[in-house]
């Protein structure tokens, strides 16, 4: 997802990208939209998932400015649109759902380090910063070790 928001040129200067990522946070989550959308992708990778007798977990790792979306809905606001920080996550969780595939969220961990002043972001660019990416990174083994601690005693 990161990847693709940065295709298409969001995120080399955060503060001025707010406009770009107006589309993102859309608060449209019917199922004739980006949520019927993400679940036939979803399908898509279950199926591959399963042919290669694999387990689909889906983990949201939400952007920086997400943790402080005063800026973007301001903008936004002056555009005369409503913007949802929480539109994409709960698209995702809706989808998963719909579909019975596992999902994390990690923005605890993101509203977390930014409560404690952290940055979150490199500098100039919105990929996460060392701490933040050690803290996702740490929350998520956590979470896949005791799922696959009671997916083990499930087949014994």
């Known amino acids: ?11 080399a200067k955060p503060k001025g990208d707010a406009p770009l990522a107006f589309g993102l946070y859309h608060p449209d989550g019917s199922d004739s939209g980006p949520q019927a959308r993400f679940r036939a992708l979803l399908r898509k990778l279950e199926q591959f998932a399963h042919d290669h007798q694999a387990q689909l977990k889906v983990v949201y790792l939400p952007l920086t400015l997400e943790a402080d979306f005063d800026y973007v809905r301001t903008s936004a606001k002056a555009s005369g649109l409503d913007l949802d920080s929480k539109a994409p996550s709960r698209i995702c969780a809706a989808a998963c759902e719909g579909l019975g595939i596992s999902d994390y969220d990690l923005h605890p961990v993101l509203e977390e380090l930014h409560a404690r002043g952290d940055p979150l972001r490199l500098k100039g660019d919105f990929h996460y910063d060392r701490v933040l ?7 998520l083994y956590e979470v896949l070790k005791d799922s696959n601690l009671s997916l083990m005693s499930q087949t014994r």
């Open 1 to 11: 997802m990161r990847d693709a928001i940065r295709n298409l040129g969001i995120g």
């Open 133 to 139: 990416s050690k803290a996702c990174g740490t929350r």
